[in-house]
């Protein structure tokens, strides 16, 4: 069992950043593929960013890329997510995720521990 805590949440303004981590409690989270997900109000459930167990491969939703940049320090078993210029409809509870099958993926159902959450809003 992993368990997953995210962190950095906060009110920002439109055109400003946030930085999230997302700290395990197991060394093990180091062999886990790793993504950040978000749920704004009544909306489902979306990807944002993965990256793979070594750092080498990242993987971005459209909506996020070119602003949004995942990373990780496996000597910290932390996942961070910098966000820069953000938007309003970056409002949402952004969420981290570990997957133990290294698919890489922006499916939900692929991952197997989650965090439970932390809010990111955004005013314009």
């Known amino acids: 069992q992993v368990q997953l805590v995210e962190s950095g949440g906060g009110l920002v303004q439109a055109g400003g950043s946030l930085r999230l981590s997302c700290a395990a409690s197991r060394r093990t989270f180091n062999t886990y593929d790793t993504g950040w997900f978000r749920q704004a109000p009544g909306k489902e459930r979306e990807f944002v960013a993965a990256i793979s167990w070594s750092g080498s491969r990242t993987y971005y939703a459209d909506s996020v890329k070119g602003r949004f940049t995942i990373s990780r320090d496996n000597a910290k078993n932390t996942v961070y997510l910098q966000m820069n210029s953000l938007k309003p409809e970056d409002t949402a509870l952004y969420y981290c995720?570990?997957?133990?099958?290294?698919?890489?993926?922006?499916?939900?159902?692929?991952?197997?521990?989650w965090g439970q959450g932390t809010q990111v809003t955004v005013s314009s």
């Open positions: 995720a570990a997957d133990f099958a290294r698919s890489l993926s922006d499916y939900e159902g692929n991952y197997d521990y």
